[in-house]
Structure formats: structure tokens, C-alpha cells
């Protein structure tokens, strides 16, 4: 057996030991590689939160079976250690964990179907998001959205839910784009029940992903966890309609909390599947689309052809995720020596010092003796 | 005759010799006095800069007969030495000109019909504005919202147009309640002629304002130089709807360089007439509101009854506009003494060491041995 195997072997029997999202088998398998972690959580020589984390489950070994049933259905096990693992949006899920936000772990793994790689199909993707209970307003405009996007390339991420989330995915299918179905069960669950064939078509055009291993069962706090993928694996969320304590808010805050890109529709007032959308922008949650230029504008994508020339919301919104992390790890106070600016935002110290400079270019830092200090933003 | 007798037909005579805005003849009569400054403007004994404001109707000395005229027409004359002068939220406009806004120089004296004292009715006023070609749903919005305004002793000012301006008036008036029309003609100019018993219903509850002297014919400029009196004599001002170049917009732009509070209304995103109001918001140079509530609450007004619990869109959204004047003097680098701040701000020294610890008590400044600094703000 190849190191791969065992490792891919390891990370499905890992999967299944532990309910999404476990920080500290997430932590306990970066340690230790997967095969030694795997081996050593079956027979319980771990740490205690570990132990917590896999003690009602770490009897059930169907790793082989898991994977053999899986390539019977045209299902695989992508894992980190592929080439096709989306890396470096994920990464937004081990910063945010490291600055304290809870319930971010990175997955150990991911279940996809579907002929569309994932570290390709995460380049500059952006998500849909919505209430199930949409109006036919909302449903009008998430097809919109999802043929327009999908048309210019970009890839459609969304849950495959009713309402917001199929009308998106159909509408990238419409235009033979690349579409991706984040699930909060099993791949193989057959849920939403009247969603199967949508979620055929894609799993032949695009990729169907799960978490969760063959059999998980559809779970409100599974749709949650599973909402932490949506934000991560895109540059953008676009909240299309939402009611005032909707889920589409969730994935919303989730994608602030890993620095991305939230966006909302606005709707007529009167209609209650609109209120969640104007909350957030309201309060200053989210930036007000109305289109796909002004989706591209607002996600970073100023070069786009076709995007108009509104200015962003906020002068920052223009740096790239990383140069953006660099710039929040700078205080305005006191400057600060490129390594513990490294240390802060989780970016490579190489990089660090490669995009200074450009901060400093762009008017956001300024050197000094002692290191950098962020230059006051004007509003 | 007396003083106030005197002061007032110098001013009547002054509305007529020169176009508004007029900075430099505000400026001369501000150092002379209205009487002396009329006396010199006729016979064309005043600097250049005046006289080129003046110079072609100097000889138009119609002020007593337009005095007796307006008096048959139950129109007076309101003008800065009366008790009923507007004086505070006029303030703004002398300080945006003090800072190099253009086009915002205070009005020499305002005509006014109707029962509503001036400065009583823009306490806690606010304004509604939109497109002329307004569509069901806007005018809709604007009647719900002057209507329930006015139901809560807020008085609505608007610019008596078609579209969203008349179904706001007709809004406020519905409920009993004080609505104030700003107009960009002569008061008796008869315009728009289809609003002319509006008018005539606004004349006998509210007030119909202009600072036009009688029979000047409406023009796009004057609207445009009216505007500047709906966004000081308020509060904030509603975008209910507007088209992508609207004059709403323009009202806006000038409530935001009064420093006022700007606020739009979405509407679908197909809608041509919400396209503007999405703009603003977009653009952060509106705040999104959908209710009275979240009007009050984003005017300030977050201890009225019925003000929900929303966050405002800044912290310092809920600064009074003197407290928000000092507080934009002050600079984050270095301190100040109280006396430049009371400069920068027009605000009187008295009230600037009231407000100082006001503010920071709210941390949003800090005391120190050389004067007064920001603190930054965390959003």
C-alpha cells in the first residue's frame, strides 16, 4: 500500500470518528500525520480532548468499505495530501481558528463526486446563499446571478438546499458553468429529496462535496457546520434573500469571521425574505449587490471586464486576502518588526516582506526604524 | 419706523438683488449689518466681490411692495434678527462654507406662509425626498413613512414636487401632522401646477418656504440651490427613490457635506427609480432604512419608544450634531487645545468644554496635558 493510500484510509476512518468540526483531532492529526493519529486515536492513546472528541465513535473502522462503496458511486476521498486539496482558501479556517473563533476547524478531509477539481474550482468561485422559503423575487434573481457568474468563468458555490440555493445552482448550470453543492450530509443521503436530480446533474458537471462520511444523515447542525465550508472554499458570499433569523445569516457571519467578502441583496421593504439582507447591510454586515459587476467590484475583482468604476466600500477592500491579513496584523500605534507581523496574521514571513512594500506603494503602511505601522485609513 | 422694521425691508431688498447662494452678500451684510449693507449695495459701494453678486438688479428695489404683497397673501417675512429664525440647523450650512463646501452660503432671509413657527418645526425634522417620476411602490413608501412621522410629532420636510415629495406631504398631512414645503420659486409662483391645493393645504397646517422673493419663476438651478436648505433645516434626510443621476441624489450629496444624517431606501433590484438609493447605500454615503424605527434610531434618536436595537452603521452615528462637529475637530495625532477646537468646529468654547468630557466618557476622546485628542474608533 502506497503512503497515500494508507494516509487516505487513515483520514477516512478519521472522518467518521469525529463530528465536524474537531478542533482537537484537527490539531492532534497535524501533529502527528494522519496514519499515526488514526492508529493511535483507535485505541484511545490521545489526548483527553481528543479522546472526547472520538470516544463514542472510535470503534467504527469503515475506512476500506467507506472508500470502496465511494469509487462504487464515482465518489473519492480528497485529501490534504493531494494535489487537488483547495489549500489556500481552507487556510482561512486554520487563521480564523487561530484568532479564537470557534467552530472553524479545517476538514480533515473532503468527500466530492464530480468531474471538477477542487483547487480549480475554488479559483475565484463565489457563493450564493438564501433562504429556502424564497419568493419568487429571490429565486428570479439567484438564477440571475448563477447564470451571469457562471458565464464569466466564475465558479457558483452553494448548499443545494431549496429555494435560493437551487435556483443558483440551475442558473450556472443553464450556462454549462462550473457549479459546486456544499452538503451537510452524506453525498449518497439523497437529500433534499426533490433535489436528487439537481444534484446528479451537478455531481456530472461539477462536484458534489461532503464532509461527512456515506450514510451521515441531513442534521440542522450539520447544515451550520457545513456553512463554514461554503465561506471558506469562496472569495464572496451573496446573501439573495434572507428572512431576520435565517441560516443564509449564518454562513454570512461565517464568512466575516474568515475575512471574506459578505454581500446582500436588497429587495422591496415590504417583503420579510428581504429583511435579513437589509440587516446586514443595515448594520454594516454586508455590501449591497445588485449585480454581477457589482459582485466581481465588490470581491476584489476590479480589473474584471464589465465591472463599473463605483468605488468599494472600504478602501481596504481592494488588497487581496493575504495583503489584507498582513494589513490587520499592523498597528496604527506603533510599528511593529516584520516577524511578529508574520506571527500575527499567519502569513509566511517571505511573503510578509514582499507585500510591505506594496502596502506601503498603495498608501496602507509605512516604514520606520523599528518596523511597520498602519497608515490611518481616510474615509 | 422700527429696527426689525428696517432690518427686514433691507433684507427683502437684499433677496432680490442677488441670486442665491450668495456668499459674498451674505458675507457683507454679516460684517455691515442688513441695513448698511443695503444702503451700500444700491448704490454700488460694497467690494467688487459683492458687487458682481448685486450688479445686475441693483436697481430692482421692490422690497416694501413685496413685503405688502406677501402680507395680503398671508406670507411674512422671516429673517435672522426673529425669534422664529431657524438659526441652529442654519448653523450648518455657515460651517460646511467655513470648511470650502460650495454652494451652501445661509439664506438672507426666508419667505414663509403657513401656521407652523420655523423653529419649532425643524426640531427633530426630517426629510423626504425622490424622483419626480416616482413608481407605485415609491410613493407607497413615501406616504407610509410621512404618515407615520408625522403620527409621532416628527415634522416632514420636502421639496412639493411630483412623485415622492407630493406623497410625502400627503403622507404627513394625513396624520394632522406638520409638513414643511421648501420651494425653488417665488411662493406665489403657482409650481408645480398640479400641487397648487397641496400647497395650498400645506400653506394652512405647516409652512411653505422660499427664499425667492415673489413671482420668481422655477428653474432646475434653483431646485438644486433649494436643496441645500431641505438637508440644513433637518435632521436627516430619506432617499425613498431615485433614478441613477437623480437631483435626490444631489439633496444627499449636500445633507452629507452639512454633516447630516443621509439614509435610502431599497426597492427591487430590477427598479430603474431604486437604482440611485442602491447606489448611495453601496457607495456608504447613505445608510439603508426600511422603517420609521430605524429612521429615529439612525437620525440619533435611539431612546425614542418603538427604536429598535440595531446597531447604528458608525458609532458615532449617535453623536448629536455638535457633539459630532467637536469630535471631528479633534485629530487623532495630536492634541488640541479646547480653543482651536471651538474654531474648527463653530461650535462656542462654552459648549466645547461641555461636550469634550461628554465625549470622552463615550471614548471617543482623550484628555491630555496639552489638549484634547480622538480616540480611534473600532468598528
Same mark, same amino acid.
Given at each position: 500500500?502506497?503512503?497515500?493510500?494508507?494516509?487516505?484510509?487513515?483520514?477516512?476512518?478519521?472522518?467518521? #470518528?469525529?463530528?465536524?468540526?474537531?478542533?482537537?483531532?484537527?490539531?492532534?492529526?497535524?501533529?502527528?500525520?494522519?496514519?499515526?493519529?488514526?492508529?493511535?486515536?483507535?485505541?484511545?492513546?490521545?489526548?483527553?480532548?481528543?479522546?472526547?472528541?472520538?470516544?463514542?465513535?472510535?470503534?467504527?473502522?469503515?475506512?476500506?468499505?467507506?472508500?470502496?462503496?465511494?469509487?462504487?458511486?464515482?465518489?473519492?476521498?480528497?485529501?490534504?495530501?493531494?494535489?487537488?486539496?483547495?489549500?489556500?482558501?481552507?487556510?482561512?479556517?486554520?487563521?480564523?481558528?487561530?484568532?479564537?473563533?470557534?467552530?472553524?476547524?479545517?476538514?480533515?478531509?473532503?468527500?466530492?463526486?464530480?468531474?471538477?477539481?477542487?483547487?480549480?474550482? #475554488?479559483?475565484?468561485?463565489?457563493?450564493?446563499?438564501?433562504?429556502?422559503?424564497?419568493?419568487?423575487?429571490?429565486?428570479?434573481?439567484?438564477?440571475?446571478?448563477?447564470?451571469?457568474?457562471?458565464?464569466?468563468?466564475?465558479?457558483?458555490?452553494?448548499?443545494?438546499?431549496?429555494?435560493?440555493?437551487?435556483?443558483?445552482?440551475?442558473?450556472?448550470?443553464?450556462?454549462?458553468?462550473?457549479?459546486?453543492?456544499?452538503?451537510?450530509?452524506?453525498?449518497?443521503?439523497?437529500?433534499?429529496?426533490?433535489?436528487?436530480?439537481?444534484?446528479?446533474?451537478?455531481?456530472?458537471?461539477?462536484?458534489?462535496?461532503?464532509?461527512?462520511?456515506?450514510?451521515?444523515?441531513?442534521?440542522?447542525?450539520?447544515?451550520? #457546520?457545513?456553512?463554514?465550508?461554503?465561506?471558506?472554499?469562496?472569495?464572496?458570499?451573496?446573501?439573495?434573500?434572507?428572512?431576520?433569523?435565517?441560516?443564509?445569516?449564518?454562513?454570512?457571519?461565517?464568512?466575516?469571521?474568515?475575512?471574506?467578502?459578505?454581500?446582500?441583496?436588497?429587495?422591496?421593504?415590504?417583503?420579510?425574505?428581504?429583511?435579513?439582507?437589509?440587516?446586514?447591510?443595515?448594520?454594516?454586515?454586508?455590501?449591497?449587490?445588485?449585480?454581477?459587476?457589482?459582485?466581481?467590484?465588490?470581491?476584489?475583482?476590479?480589473?474584471?471586464?464589465?465591472?463599473?468604476?463605483?468605488?468599494?466600500?472600504?478602501?481596504?477592500?481592494?488588497?487581496?486576502?493575504?495583503?489584507?491579513?498582513?494589513?490587520?496584523?499592523?498597528?496604527?500605534?506603533?510599528?511593529?518588526?516584520?516577524?511578529?507581523?508574520?506571527?500575527?496574521?499567519?502569513?509566511?514571513?517571505?511573503?510578509?516582506?514582499?507585500?510591505?512594500?506594496?502596502?506601503?506603494?498603495?498608501?496602507?503602511?509605512?516604514?520606520?526604524?523599528?518596523?511597520?505601522?498602519?497608515?490611518?485609513?481616510?474615509?
Amino acid at each position: 500500500m502506497s503512503e497515500l493510500d494508507a494516509e487516505r484510509i487513515a483520514r477516512s476512518y478519521l472522518l467518521r #470518528v469525529a463530528e465536524p468540526p474537531a478542533p482537537a483531532l484537527v490539531g492532534f492529526v497535524g501533529e502527528h500525520g494522519p496514519v499515526v493519529a488514526a492508529e493511535r486515536v483507535s485505541r484511545a492513546d490521545c489526548p483527553p480532548k481528543v479522546r472526547d472528541e472520538t470516544a463514542a465513535r472510535r470503534a467504527h473502522d469503515y475506512a476500506e468499505r467507506d472508500l470502496e462503496r465511494a469509487a462504487a458511486a464515482e465518489t473519492r476521498l480528497v485529501i490534504p495530501e493531494d494535489g487537488e486539496w483547495p489549500a489556500w482558501p481552507l487556510l482561512s479556517l486554520a487563521v480564523a481558528q487561530g484568532r479564537g473563533v470557534s467552530g472553524v476547524a479545517p476538514p480533515l478531509a473532503l468527500w466530492v463526486r464530480g468531474p471538477a477539481r477542487l483547487d480549480e474550482a #475554488v479559483d475565484q468561485a463565489i457563493a450564493i446563499v438564501g433562504a429556502r422559503a424564497a419568493t419568487g423575487y429571490g429565486e428570479h434573481n439567484a438564477a440571475e446571478l448563477g447564470y451571469h457568474l457562471a458565464s464569466r468563468g466564475i465558479p457558483v458555490f452553494s448548499g443545494a438546499a431549496y429555494g435560493i440555493d437551487g435556483a443558483a445552482h440551475r442558473g450556472a448550470l443553464s450556462a454549462d458553468g462550473t457549479t459546486v453543492a456544499l452538503l451537510g450530509c452524506g453525498i449518497d443521503a439523497g437529500y433534499p429529496a426533490q433535489h436528487t436530480t439537481l444534484l446528479r446533474t451537478i455531481g456530472k458537471t461539477g462536484a458534489v462535496v461532503s464532509e461527512y462520511p456515506p450514510g451521515t444523515s441531513p442534521a440542522r447542525h450539520r447544515f451550520l #457546520v457545513r456553512n463554514r465550508l461554503i465561506a471558506a472554499l469562496t472569495e464572496g458570499t451573496v446573501v439573495v434573500e434572507a428572512g431576520r433569523r435565517s441560516g443564509a445569516r449564518n454562513t454570512a457571519g461565517t464568512a466575516r469571521a474568515l475575512g471574506k467578502v459578505v454581500m446582500a441583496m436588497p429587495g422591496p421593504v415590504s417583503s420579510g425574505m428581504s429583511a435579513g439582507c437589509h440587516a446586514l447591510i443595515r448594520e454594516g454586515e454586508a455590501t449591497l449587490v445588485t449585480s454581477v459587476d457589482e459582485i466581481l467590484e465588490t470581491a476584489g475583482r476590479l480589473g474584471e471586464p464589465g465591472a463599473d468604476p463605483a468605488k468599494p466600500r472600504r478602501r481596504t477592500d481592494r488588497l487581496g486576502p493575504e495583503a489584507l491579513r498582513v494589513h490587520d496584523a499592523l498597528s496604527e500605534r506603533s510599528p511593529r518588526p516584520e516577524e511578529r507581523i508574520a506571527a500575527e496574521s499567519g502569513v509566511p514571513i517571505e511573503r510578509v516582506r514582499a507585500l510591505l512594500p506594496e502596502l506601503e506603494f498603495d498608501g496602507f503602511a509605512e516604514r520606520s526604524d523599528t518596523g511597520w505601522r498602519r497608515r490611518p485609513t481616510k474615509t
